[in-house]
């Protein structure tokens, strides 16, 4: 042996030998710190990344509220369930063993070894199993659907944690009461498919560390996990279309949607598809349609988007010049609202979150490239900035995946929608909800007419009070009355627009309550998110009954 490589062997038995000592003298294995501290640094990147890439991979399936409704809980539930298991376990195979046995080392190693492999085969699994399941989402539904799911992705990184921990803080009170401080790793943003092959990862690199840490057994049988999650793995990126952004060949095998264009973007799975039997395109976010058009005559699908072409036809903006005129449109959808207005000579300004809903809305659904202003951005932020008076109208149209970002329904959001808006200005907010949701409807109304001194609300129909509808609420400092036959004055009265516009009137609601049972909605209390989830479980059988599994589940 040369003198090199004795000084290596000399200082590798020099540090396997070394300890970490406590006051009352029990030690901890250099090779267990270690792989305790890597558990704990995995841990933490596997948990961060999970929260983040659990909700959005089941929101094109099951929308977003239904995809978080129950998700931390289950969370918690893996976590106490791991953890609940690795002392039991430990306890087990530790019994009889003294305070710093080298024993007890190389089971707390095994353990957490062992606890990465599961992690780590199970999750690079995971886009299989959930496939199967997506398969059956109509069956189990929108309540039980999410759940299982989630047991079936987020369980074994969440367990495998709660197990780490568990067991590393065994070994650590075994025979002392010390306290230890662990590293914890910053876990990158991830998404989607990918996101969850990384966590694999993640595990699997982690347990090889610990095992060639202790290097106890042969090398084969050590990594023989980690290849098989590696396997797994590369065999998903090279099935699974949902581990890839942009178009593949199999999003238009087999199917009667064809699309022409899929991204994963910051609100999830965009698409636009074309369905050749009623010959419309459709613009999807998650589990929901945010717009389309019938390919014919490039109509909306949804004669909602029409009402808001009526703060034109408010009599108190009818009887001033049209000269200048500004919009605000926040949410831009396909763009029914924004390209309207732009033809009728407003200056339109667009707020969207989303770029791959606005690359969606010009590619492929004739939005003008040359409007006024486009500010890719949160709209909450975008009108705490704007000035005071900017806009004569401003349409507020949000919703997606069976719910609305509670922010901007807030007292703060509507008094900052107030406060742009000209002294006549109007504004249009869709709110998606349920007539007979009461309870949500009057405290929405109230909210706004904290800022507002007129409102009116209109519905897409009021025939099914149970069932999800659109409602535009119209709110200004002036009344909002419409001169007589102003919503039926169409040079073209065939078209969807005019026929909506002329039955707006008579879909109005009616909103009476007692100002003693509502409050208004506050960035502080904001009960939007868990009043709606009956809303969304709604919404998403009307989405599953208005389009067929194979659409929902082609993303």
């Known amino acids: ?59 094109p399936v099951y929308g977003n509220v239904l995809a978080h409704q129950w998700f931390t809980s289950g969370i918690v539930i893996s976590m106490a369930v791991g953890a609940a298991l690795g002392s039991r376990l430990w306890r087990g195979l530790t019994t009889g063993l003294t305070a710093g046995s080298s024993k007890a080392d190389a089971r707390t190693e095994r353990l957490i070894g062992a606890a990465l492999d599961v992690a780590a085969l199970l999750t690079a699994l995971a886009p299989w199993r959930t496939a199967l399941l997506f398969q059956e989402s109509r069956w189990l539904g929108p309540v039980w659907g999410p759940v299982v799911t989630h047991v079936s992705l987020a369980a074994p990184v969440a ?21 230890w401080a662990a590293a914890h790793g910053a876990a990158g943003v991830h998404s989607g498919c990918q996101g969850l092959l ?21 090398l084969l049988l050590l990594v023989a996990p980690t290849i098989a999650a590696v396997v797994f793995g590369v065999l998903t990126l090279g099935s699974d279309p949902r581990c890839a952004n942009g178009m593949t060949a199999r999003n238009n095998v087999g199917s009667a949607y064809h699309m022409l264009s899929r991204a994963e973007s910051v609100t999830g799975w965009v698409t636009v598809s074309d369905e050749a039997e009623r010959r419309l395109r459709l613009l999807r976010s998650g589990h929901s349609i945010i717009g389309g058009h019938w390919n014919e005559t490039q109509e909306s699908i949804f004669g909602i988007f029409y009402y808001a072409d009526a703060v034109r036809l408010v009599s108190s903006r009818r009887s001033r010049r049209r000269t200048n005129e500004r919009a605000l449109i926040i949410g831009l959808g396909i763009g029914v609202a924004a390209r309207s207005l732009h033809e009728q000579g407003v200056k339109v300004d667009v707020v969207e979150l989303d770029p791959a809903v606005y690359r969606a809305a010009v590619d492929f659904f004739s939005l003008p490239r ?126 969807i627009r005019a026929r909506v516009l002329a039955d707006m009137e008579d879909n109005e609601v009616s909103i009476v309550y007692d100002e003693q049972s509502v409050r208004l909605i506050t960035d502080a209390w904001n009960p939007l998110p868990k009043w709606l989830a009956p809303a969304a479980q709604v919404h998403w059988h009307a989405m599953r009954d208005m389009f067929p599994d194979e659409y929902w589940l082609n993303y």
Do not use: W
């Open 159 to 179: 367990a495998a944690s709660g197990f780490i921990a568990a067991v590393s803080v065994a070994r650590l009170l075994h025979g002392r009461r010390t306290a």
């Open 1 to 59: 042996m040369s003198s090199s490589a004795a000084a290596i062997q000399h200082k590798r038995v020099k540090v396997k030998a070394k300890a970490v000592t406590s006051d009352d003298g029990s030690g901890l294995g250099a090779t267990t710190a270690a792989a305790m501290v890597i558990g704990f640094a995995t841990s933490s990147i596997m948990m961060s990344t999970i929260m983040q890439v659990g909700p959005t991979y089941l929101e």
């Open 370 to 495: 040359n409007l006024h202003g486009v500010y890719l951005q949160d709209g909450r932020r975008f009108i705490d900035d704007a000035a005071d008076g900017s806009y004569d109208y401003i349409v507020h149209d949000v919703f997606t995946g069976g719910s609305v970002p509670a922010v901007l329904f807030s007292q703060s959001a509507v008094a900052q929608l107030s406060r742009i808006l000209a002294p006549r200005g109007v504004l249009a907010m869709n709110y998606v909800g349920m007539l007979s949701d009461t309870r949500t409807l009057h405290h929405v109304a109230h909210t706004l007419r904290s800022a507002f001194a007129h409102v009116r609300c209109f519905a897409e129909s009021i025939e099914d009070p149970t069932g999800v509808t659109n409602m535009m609420f119209f709110a200004s400092q002036k009344p909002i009355a419409f001169a007589p036959g102003a919503l039926r004055n169409s040079s073209n009265p065939d078209t």
């Open 198 to 218: 990384l966590v694999a990862g993640y595990a699997a690199l982690s347990s090889v560390m610990i095992k060639l840490l202790g290097r106890r057994g042969r």
